[in-house]
């Protein structure tokens, strides 16, 4: 049974501006209010890039900017620590996807090429690799529903087999009319955890991913936390989320998508 250490989080949805400033709500200390996102994210990107790019590479980027500063102060200066990363989205940009398509149905079929470079499934690691410099490997995967319990899976076995740091960031947004119709993502979200393989003491919580785990997959008593966990695939993490804010000692079954649970036991 592996370890890994979660040194960080960053995290950003309606109402869960930060880890720091959300803990107390995904305690249970404080009720859960939906509020919209902050206008000023990414800032790590340049001006000229954070211009012209989406709200998907935006939202991915900052959770990994937030876990990146809550784990080591200075680290943009420092190219040896930024991590490998792993991307886990269950559609990618849809916004800009939609929009091609739509293009594609005028006469002229004008496709923006700005749209088309932003349309690729690893354009946030493109961006993420612009803003540190960061040269490492990096990969982006989608499971459907199960996308971030298989970012989690494959951000581990990345760590321990290379026994090195990992980030992971999840995210997802709801799609644009009329492919909301079929699939509903009620509000944006992503997360990101910066994993360790390494003991060290700067850490959130242990996991120990408990393989063959099957069950139900954990559920949250707040009700609109559910609505939220159950309506973004990057928000099936909030389970393990909550037992890190809570620092307590438990077994945590995450949605994997297919009727499927990713088991884990988690420790302060």
Same mark, same amino acid.
């Given at each position: 049974?592996?370890?890994?250490?979660?040194?960080?989080?960053? =995290?950003?949805?309606?109402?869960?501006?930060?880890?720091? %400033?959300?803990?107390?709500?995904?305690?249970?200390? /404080?009720?859960? /209010?939906?509020?919209?996102?902050?206008?000023?994210?990414?800032?790590?990107?340049?001006?000229?890039?954070?211009?012209? &790019?989406?709200?998907?590479?935006?939202?991915?980027?900052?959770?990994? /900017?937030?876990?990146?500063?809550?784990?080591?102060?200075?680290?943009?200066?420092?190219?040896?620590?930024?991590?490998?990363?792993?991307?886990? %989205?269950?559609?990618?940009?849809?916004?800009?996807?939609?929009?091609?398509?739509?293009?594609?149905?005028?006469?002229?079929?004008?496709?923006?090429?700005?749209?088309?470079?932003?349309?690729?499934?690893? &354009?946030?690691?493109? #961006?993420?690799?612009?803003? &540190?410099?960061?040269?490492?490997? %990096?990969?982006?995967?989608?499971? #459907?529903?199960?996308?971030?319990?298989?970012?989690?899976?494959?951000?581990?076995?990345?760590?321990?087999?290379?026994?090195?740091?990992? =980030?992971?960031?999840?995210?997802?947004?709801?799609?644009?009319?009329?492919?909301?119709?079929?699939?509903?993502?009620?509000?944006?979200?992503?997360?990101?955890?910066?994993?360790?393989?390494?003991?060290? %003491?700067?850490?959130?919580?242990?996991?120990?991913?408990?393989?063959?785990?099957?069950?139900?997959?954990?559920?949250?008593?707040?009700?609109? =936390?559910?609505?939220?966990?159950?309506?973004?695939?990057?928000?099936?993490?909030?389970?393990?989320?909550?037992?890190?804010?809570?620092?307590? &000692?438990? =077994?945590?079954?995450?949605?994997?998508?297919?009727?499927?649970?990713?088991?884990?036991?988690?420790?302060?």
């Amino acid at each position: 049974m592996n370890i890994l250490h979660v040194e960080a989080i960053g =995290l950003m949805a309606p109402g869960l501006a930060g880890w720091e %400033s959300s803990r107390a709500v995904l305690a249970g200390e /404080q009720p859960w /209010q939906a509020a919209p996102l902050p206008a000023a994210i990414a800032t790590l990107l340049p001006a000229n890039e954070r211009r012209r &790019t989406t709200a998907t590479v935006k939202l991915a980027l900052q959770v990994a /900017q937030e876990a990146m500063d809550g784990a080591q102060e200075g680290w943009r200066s420092r190219g040896d620590f930024a991590p490998p990363t792993v991307l886990a %989205s269950s559609g990618g940009d849809s916004e800009v996807l939609d929009k091609i398509c739509m293009a594609l149905t005028e006469p002229d079929r004008a496709v923006s090429p700005t749209q088309f470079h932003h349309s690729v499934h690893n &354009t946030p690691a493109g #961006y993420w690799a612009i803003a &540190t410099g960061c040269v490492l490997p %990096s990969l982006s995967l989608s499971a #459907y529903d199960g996308s971030f319990a298989a970012g989690l899976r494959e951000a581990a076995a990345w760590a321990w087999t290379e026994t090195t740091r990992v =980030l992971l960031i999840a995210y997802d947004l709801p799609l644009p009319f009329p492919l909301s119709e079929r699939r509903m993502i009620v509000a944006p979200f992503a997360v990101a955890l910066l994993l360790n393989p390494a003991p060290t %003491s700067e850490r959130l919580a242990v996991l120990r991913i408990k393989p063959g785990r099957s069950g139900a997959a954990d559920q949250l008593e707040d009700v609109e =936390l559910e609505r939220l966990r159950a309506g973004n695939p990057a928000a099936r993490s909030l389970p393990l989320l909550r037992a890190i804010a809570e620092r307590r &000692t438990g =077994l945590v079954a995450l949605d994997a998508g297919d009727n499927a649970v990713l088991g884990m036991e988690v420790t302060p």
